[in-house]
């Protein structure tokens, strides 16, 4: 077929100038405080008893760190397969919601379905959030090029920064273990916060941190379900009714 | 069906595949699916997202009250403590990640210090 002057395809060099530009992108700020919760997950993974393989395996086709925490959590407590896969669909469920509001973002005029099926693998909070912060500022049709090379990068160098701390882990005094296990917590506490569409869900993340802990203690097993249902339903409600009482 | 359960080196990897890389997957290919379909702010989406915050937050708060590895060892009240100092940090200095986490570390090692 001829090629079309007014929307031809972006030439491969174009597209690797783009994808580079991504790579670049993944050593930002966001980027470093990533690894630096990795740093802390790989603590975890060996704390529970799971191989250096195992360990780099899980975060390579997981990827999103609430969601290899809570499979972790679930290895832990000795669950089955099918509760353990519940716990962390149930994690996950944001995922859905963030892929919905990426991909009007992510899609170029002719980018094909498996493209954005396959690029879906990279989404997690700091790509996420990095994304929706500079795709508009990029050429439609090279977006997704540049979301490759940013994604990819956080998966690959996330793996390694894994395995190098899984490797030096029992080296470190407590202090500094205790250090690295409080990172997970705290990158999660801030950019959850941060990354809150709306007041729902500054609400449903106060609920969930109150309601969390609580439920462990009344119905262990239940909680992160229970706590999702309860603060999130409560969340939901307020937001309902603030919206009614607002002038249309 | 436990992780431990089947003595054989590919069990664990299934384990992780089906536990964990299906139950996240699933999720961002249903995303992409419904991308063009849903309007961002549609109520329904509200919704999903507030028991998805709500979900991890939990997550969250267990990781500080019922803490594994190395943080076991250090007082409730200073990982509440260094937690909730780093995110006053983090609410008052500009909203920025890097100063919440410095800030709640600074506490916790001060603390563990000073014991």
Not at chain 1, 153 to 167: D, G, H, R, S, W
Not at chain 1, 186 to 195: E, H, I, K, N, V
Not at chain 2, 39 to 63: K, P, Q
Not at chain 2, 96 to 101: E, F, M, T
Request: proline fraction near 5%.
């Amino acid at each position: 077929m001829p090629a079309d002057p007014v929307s031809s395809l972006p030439s491969l060099s174009t597209r690797r100038l783009w994808y580079l530009r991504g790579v670049r992108a993944a050593f930002s700020i966001p980027g470093l405080i990533l690894a630096s919760a990795f740093i802390g997950f790989a603590g975890l993974a060996k704390e529970a008893g799971l191989t250096l393989a195992q360990t780099v395996f899980m975060v390579g086709m997981v990827w999103a760190l609430p969601a290899k925490v809570v499979l972790i959590g679930a290895i832990l407590s000795g669950a089955s397969l099918p509760a353990a896969a519940f716990a962390v669909a149930l994690s996950s469920i944001r995922l859905t919601p963030m892929v919905v509001a990426l991909v009007p973002e992510l899609r170029g005029p002719k980018t094909p379905r498996w493209v954005l099926y396959f690029l879906s693998h990279f989404v997690a909070v700091t790509s996420w959030v990095l994304a929706m912060e500079r795709l508009r500022g990029i050429p439609r049709e090279l977006r997704t090029s540049y979301y490759a090379g940013l994604g990819s990068t956080l998966v690959l160098f996330n793996m390694l920064v894994t395995a190098v701390v899984y490797l030096v882990a029992d080296s470190l005094p407590p202090a500094v273990s205790a250090a690295l296990f409080l990172l997970t917590p705290m990158y999660f506490l801030t950019s959850l916060w941060g990354s809150a569409r709306e007041r729902a869900g500054h609400v449903a993340m106060v609920l969930g941190l109150i309601l969390g802990p609580l439920l462990h203690l009344v119905v262990p097993g239940f909680d992160l379900l229970g706590a999702g249902l309860i603060g999130g339903g409560a969340a939901f409600a307020c937001h309902r009714l603030s919206r009614r009482k607002a002038p249309a | 069906m436990t992780f431990d359960a089947i003595d054989a080196w590919w069990w664990p990897f299934l384990f992780i595949l089906v536990g964990g890389w299906l139950a996240t997957d699933a999720w961002r290919f249903l995303g992409v699916y419904l991308g063009d379909r849903l309007s961002e702010d549609s109520d329904l989406l509200v919704l999903v997202r507030a028991l998805a915050t709500a979900l991890v937050a939990a997550v969250i708060g267990n990781l500080i009250v019922f803490p594994s590895g190395a943080l076991v060892d250090t007082a409730l009240a200073l990982r509440i403590g260094a937690a909730g100092g780093g995110f006053a940090a983090y609410l008052l200095l500009g909203r920025k990640i890097l100063v919440g986490i410095v800030a709640a570390e600074f506490i916790l090692l001060v603390g563990l210090w000073i014991k």
